[in-house]
């Protein structure tokens, strides 16, 4: 959740302040590098010289002997502000058991916004679209998907991304599709799902769905998440839908 508001993940605002605090203690009093490298979670003062150093770009045993430039990173405060100029095209659905196939990527959440572009690049370039949209069934969720799971919205350290189309949905009319070989396939149970319309230049258009999801929708929607994946469905030019599952309180 919080890396779709803050537009950075939560392990890195996290190390971030800690940083800031840090410095603020070298600047502040007399402690001990080592103690003050434990006190902010590292397991020892050349961990901490590191990660100091890569965030600040002085070392810390600088900053009391020496004019130094330091960065610091503030902290944040959410509010909730309802904007009735800003509307959301949403609709509830319950949605039967259906399967996706395609490929898929684990990676550290942290570098999830530069890893997945590179992650889609590759898939145009080595054929995997090509051969998704050869096999294309056009089942819902609809058009190329894209389908983050197990980072739980954003405050894991690991979580799986996929690249798929849906080749089955459990209904009496939907034909299975078998899967391409060398692709995986992966099973959602049946559920409920708030389908968010997202039509517009991506990727502003995305993110701003999820931002008014979580500071607007949510709070005042009566449901909270279900532990399953967000899907992202990309569609015609510029026209695409967030689906996220959620729950009645």
Known sequence: MFSYIADKPLSEYIRNRRLTMAAFELLNNNERIIDISLKYGYESQDAFTRAFKNFHG??????????????????????????????????????????VMGISQKLKTEKAFEVIPKLWEDAWNDGTMQNLLDNFPNYRPSGFLGIAQGGEWGESEDMEYIIAVTNYVDTAKCEYVPVI?????FTYPAATWAVFEANGELP???????????????????????????IECYMQENQQEVWIAVVKK
Not at 66 to 88: A, D, W, Y
Request: proline content about 7%.
């Open 58 to 99: 002085v070392l810390p045993s600088k900053v009391r002997n020496e004019t130094v430039q330091l960065r610091s990173c503030p902290k944040i405060s959410f509010q909730i502000t309802i904007k009735g100029e800003n509307h959301m095209n949403y609709k509830i659905e319950q949605w039967p058991e259906f399967k």
């Open 181 to 185: 070989e060398g692709m995986k396939e």
């Open 204 to 230: 502003g258009v995305i993110q701003n769905v999820y931002k008014q999801f979580y500071s607007e929708w949510l709070p005042n929607s009566g449901y909270e998440l279900d532990n399953l994946p967000v």
